[in-house]
Nanobody, 125 residues
Framework: QVQLVESGGGSVQAGGSLRLSCVAT????????LGWFRQAPGKEREWVAA??????TAYAESVKGRFTISKYNANTLHLQMNSLKPEDTAMYFC????????????????????WGQGTQVTVSS
């Protein structure tokens, strides 16, 4: 069973940047699709970005052009977050699941079976 551990969260001012990392306990580089989600207090978990097994990427409209998802190596996922806004404040989670197709990725929490514990991002105005 894949275990995921996020890091890199913190507190920044609006306009700042953070890079989140997610380290997996096994190789997730070629046979898994991976994603980032976030959840603010009182709100549902929201999809942020995803990367397919073949490295095809996709982003929520709210972060497109500001966030970049990438695979650093076979068991590390990054989320580079630039031009942060107060509305980006949330707990950020990475997620993974086995890919049935190299080009497919999930954009809903129910499409992922493996989750990290989350890392908090706080953006002040």
């Amino acid at each position: 069973q894949v275990q995921l551990v996020e890091s890199g969260g913190g507190s920044v001012q609006a306009g700042g940047s953070l890079r989140l990392s997610c380290v997996a306990t096994e190789n997730v580089g070629s046979n898994y699709y991976l994603g980032w989600f976030r959840q603010a207090p009182g709100k549902e978990r929201e999809w942020v970005a995803a990367i397919a097994a073949n490295s095809l990427t996709a982003y929520a409209e709210s972060v497109k052009g500001r966030f970049t998802i990438s695979k650093y190596n076979a068991n590390t996922l990054h989320l580079q977050m630039n031009s942060l806004k107060p509305e980006d404040t949330a707990m950020y989670f990475c997620a993974a699941d086995r890919a049935q197709s190299s080009w497919w990725y999930g954009s809903h929490p129910r499409e992922y079976n493996y989750w990290g514990q989350g890392t908090q991002v706080t953006v002040s105005s």
